[in-house]
């Protein structure tokens, strides 16, 4: 279990060390000059001080260089300072990932509360119409963008109705966030629960506990659910990437201050290290919940816990 | 149709009230919601409109405009100026406190200049402070400022917020986490994207901000949201959750027909938004493919389908409220709508409508300025103008249009709607003066006149001076203008807020607020 | 009968046409994308408005009348929009898995074929840009890039190809492993021969299945880009952008809201539903 955790966190630490070299890059792949751009609107910067600017960021040296440089300043935690207002990066970001973890979290929470369910209950029923009806449900939800999931919710629930509010970032607001990305989740977990159910059920172990001619409900609940569930954990880590990346719409839709429309933000405003910070700390937070996923997994799954 | 969805709304939202599902705000608490955040709160280091709006409630000024954009005396008394014009003093008001109880007087206004004019960390808003070469404390009500040259707008930029004084107790943080002012509003907490949240400054005294309370603000505190989503805002307003914010423009009307909320225009914006063009390639180094396309837009038009009334079209390249601005001056030199002349231009210069004039269509994000962007490409495809939009930011846009003018090659072409808001028409000086705030066109012809407005003393001399220097912009279809104003300039205010008003150049004012009185 | 009776046909599996057809899932995806095809292949004929035409009809008419979807807040037609539309969607999903797909195939057979370092160095990257996760790839592209549309397809594109990749590589390491493969190599063939003979055609339809569901996410990725602004760009009736504009609108105009969104909906929907017949015509591995 321990050889396999190892892997896992070798394998997250190189994505980590990948990503900082990527980033380093990214500001030379970018056309135009990120100097320029922060004094663009200024009239009298001197091209003296744009170039003392350009040295104290260390664009003058050479790539490996500033590969190094960024490393040093990384583990000083200093990520560089935004270009609109000068803020430090790290600290834009900080104020941010809070809420989006919050929301990546009871999205999660509520796709797994539906999705699993309804997984369940279409595999139990297999071939039944409950079975075919939930899973044309299932990949109707999967095609449902979630752009559009989340406008239809705001349009009802909080423009037409006013029932929840639209501003601020608390518990009350988290709801349709929340709702829209969570529903679109529901309907893979639904489906992966599904296969992986009745995956489990046609196994030997359970086909004898049938053929012993014990009463299903408890086939189910000690053999099938517990083995059944394995595929579906290690899918959460997935899947919270997923809820990342789903984030970036959602936080723009519902006005919900997280690092994804802080990032959309950025990019609009070209503020590159904001897109730097931001690139960084999405890995960072796909790798650690990555690794908690498939550690959770190698306790859970008896195979792994005694290798 | 419409005004049954406001009653659904409203019952709604009464019913949401009684589930406590959205709470309103706290009384005492004003809340404005904008669609964007501050850049920062130090005055040197960003020049968004959102941000000048916050430096304006937590800073004082050596001078305030009133309600006319004229310059009245505020944190300085009274000023002397030598006869050269190349030095300034200012008598100040004494008894002034910083927000953290030290007092306000000459040296933090040094303080300020100095940080402005810092070598090691540039300044993006020195230019505001004008040629100042010195500031000199003579004692702690009096500051000596010296000039470089002679420069006529350098009172009407000391009340601008952009000369913002920061008091000379700020350290550790300034601008990021703290800001230490004398204004009407002192800085609580900065929740970066999300709010600032300000109480009021009970020691505060008005010497000469437009508003009619002499003191501290009426209600306890300020709360300034973001929320980007123009429809979030209106369905905040209408629950209570927010009193002030700009509404969907679209439903303006129908906002004004059922009177469940107050729509406030803001008026002398000075805000000017424009066509300028990459002039040192072709096709715009040719004044008459600048002249087709003032002739293919139909501002008003355009502006009438995306902004209704909200705006009006403008003929001068500095918007009304500004010091020379004319309309009828300006009308007979501005390139009028006129399709056939366009197609006339481009044919002589050998497009055609299989052969169209190419051009990229710079535009920035938000209050929907893509959208009259859109309606501006399909007039221009009228008269055989293929222009290719491209959306961004205002800073971005800056920095693009400078690499534009700065390419010399190729044959495609570059314009930009480009938005600009001064309160002195010295701003055509920074725009069109050699090297050029974005090294678009200059000349010597031009350069002569610009330099004729910062120094002619007498109003009348120098009001002919700028008006020769935007006929001479109109008719060579450098800056063309279009409409005004550009943007955060319509506030829909809820009916129990009392006593909101906007000052020109939208500085929104809160003092003078008193919540459900 | 020899040891070589295990090499698979290179056509379809016995049967496929008739099992899709069966499959109810496939038939009405198969119905829906053919649809489309067909919409955006007559796009010019079918749409009785020029899509990019201000003023056609008055601003927001509501769906019904004279036009049939009703017009826009500049008065275009929303039926010839959404019918434009479709060839860019199309596109736009075809282009995108085009990209992953070839890409990530040749890397998923070089690794699967070649062994040893190559195959250490491709699926140890492949697996650091999994991690990376689509978004954040897609992201990062367009940050790069700047944001149109034709930078988004290549940043959906891009981002798809470690998956297909893997996908690609795990079908193709069961072939090198089967006797017949081996035989192959035993019997003095070529690796073009093996590549191209063997390993292709027996990767491929789990490769088509992947793809098929594969256009879908595309083209909800790349949607989801214009909808951010970050794709598509004024005037093109790209459906994300039409979604992204119709926000202003809510209450004045609803349907420019449902409109785009149905369909998109119903596009992903037709290429999830063939890609789920297809996977279980063609009976290959299960994907996820």
Redesign the interface.
Known sequence: MWRFIGTRVAMGALTIWVTTMLVTLLIHAVPGDPVQIMYAQSQGTTPEQIEQVRRSLGLDRSIPVQYLMYLERLFQGDLGNTIRGGQPVLEVIMQRLPNTLVLAVASMFIAIVIGVPIGFLAAYREGTIVDIGLMVLAIAGISMPHFWLGLMLLFFFALELGWLPVSGNGPMNLILPALTLGLSNAAIFARLTRSSMIDVMNQDFVQTAFAKGLPKAIVLRRHVLRAGLLPVVTMMGLQFAFMMGGAIVVENIFSWNGVGRMAVEAIFQRDYPIIQGFILTFSVVVVVVAIAVDALYAVLDPRIRRA | M?MN?LA??QT??A??AV?A??GPATAEDIVW?RY?D???L?PH????TL?LQVWSLMYDTLLAMDAEGNPVPHFAKSWTANDAGTEYTFNLEGGVMCHDGTPLDANDVKYTIDAAFD??T??????SWGPITAAEVIDPLTIKLTLESPFVAMIPFLADSFSSIICDTNGEGF???TAIGSGPWKLVSW?????LVFEKNADYTNFGKLADNPGAPYEDGLII????????????L??G??HIAEP????VP?IKDSGELDIIVAENTGQNVFWEFAVHRPPFNDVRARLAVAHATDAATAIS?IYGDLSIPENCPISRGVFGNDQDFCAQYRPAYDPEKSKELLAELGYSMDKPLETALLVW?GG?R??L???F??QLAEVGIKA??????I??L???V??ENENTEGTTGSMDMMTWSWYDPDILY?LWHTPG?YRGYTSPELDAILDETRVLTDPDARKAKVQEAMKYLLENAIHVPLYTPGWEWVFAVRPEVEGFKVAPFVYPIFSDIKIGG | MGILSDVPTRSAPHGFWRRLLRSPNGVVGLTIVLGLVFCAMFAEVLAPHNPSKMGTGGRFLPPGGDFFLGTDEFGRDMLSRILHGSRITLLVGAVAVGISLTTGMLVGMIAAFWRGWVEAVLMRSTDVLFSFTETLIALSFVAVLGPSLQNAVIAVGVAGIPFYARTCYSAALVETSKPYFEASIAAGAGPARLVFVHLLPNVLPTMIVVATLGVSTAILAAAGLSFLGLGAQPPTSEWGYMLAGSRDYINRAPWLMTIPGLAIAITVLGFNLLGDGLRTSLDPVERR
């Open positions: 419409i969805r659904l709304k709604a939202a019913l949401g589930f599902l959205a919601a964007g501050i850049d920062s130090d280091r960003a020049t968004s941000s070598e090691t540039p300044s993006l808003t020195k230019g601008g990021t986490t929740t970066k994207g999300d709010r949201t973001v929320v980007p989503e123009p429809q979030a805002r209106y369905a905040a209408t629950t959750e927010v969907p423009f679209d439903d129908a389908l994000t929907n893509q959208k962007g859109e309606v490409q399909a290719t939009i491209e959306i961004m930011d800073g971005s800056n920095a693009r400078r690499q920074a705030a």
